[in-house]
């Protein structure tokens, strides 16, 4: 396997990029759960798009998309790990999509994370905004932190499936020479014909 030239940024650039996704994110995230919890009652459903789209405030205390509700404690661990993580990790990023995804990753995680840490019932185990209803697709009530993080992973496949690494390169299969070209043709072309047998020069002479 061979790598194409790497579409490298630098590491400044590769920064700004993940540190504007993560504040969009976050911001994005922070600011639409303020204004469901100053304008929505809890329960309420608001169509917004008939059935296909619909607003209804709900406080989860588990994960993404309402799941393990009893486990608040254990999520918040989590996604303080994952922040520190991807800190830690930063600075080795040097390719544009890659700091989109963990810029995503981050503001999504840091937007949930703040809801557990400094909304009821207590610190660390504050009960997560959620209202985005989507009942033709999904079963469950989600938030834009969680759409930032599933955002994020879909792209993640994407560049792993696509061969490209942390720094933009990307590896690919080297060409064939024009020798490996040939060299199966000769094999594929099946058995050779049969040669007609060398004369005797004696019966040759007789004759």
Known sequence: MAAEP????GTTTALLVLAGAAIAAYGLDQLSKFLVVSNLTEGEIVP???SVLQWQFVRNPGAAFSLASGMTWIFT????????????????IRSVAWALVFGLLLGGVLGNLTDRLFREPSFGLGHVIDFISTPWML?????????AIVSSMVLFMILTIRGIGLDGSREVRPAKTAADAASPASSD?????????AADPLRAHEA
């Open 77 to 92: 661990i989590l996604a303080a790990s994952v922040i520190t993580f991807i800190i830690w990790f930063a600075r080795r």
């Open 48 to 50: 917004v798009l008939g």
């Open 6 to 9: 790497a579409a490298k940024v």
């Open 139 to 147: 079963p469950a009530i989600y938030n834009v932190a969680d759409i």
């Open 189 to 197: 072309d099946g058995p050779e014909a049969p040669r007609p047998p």
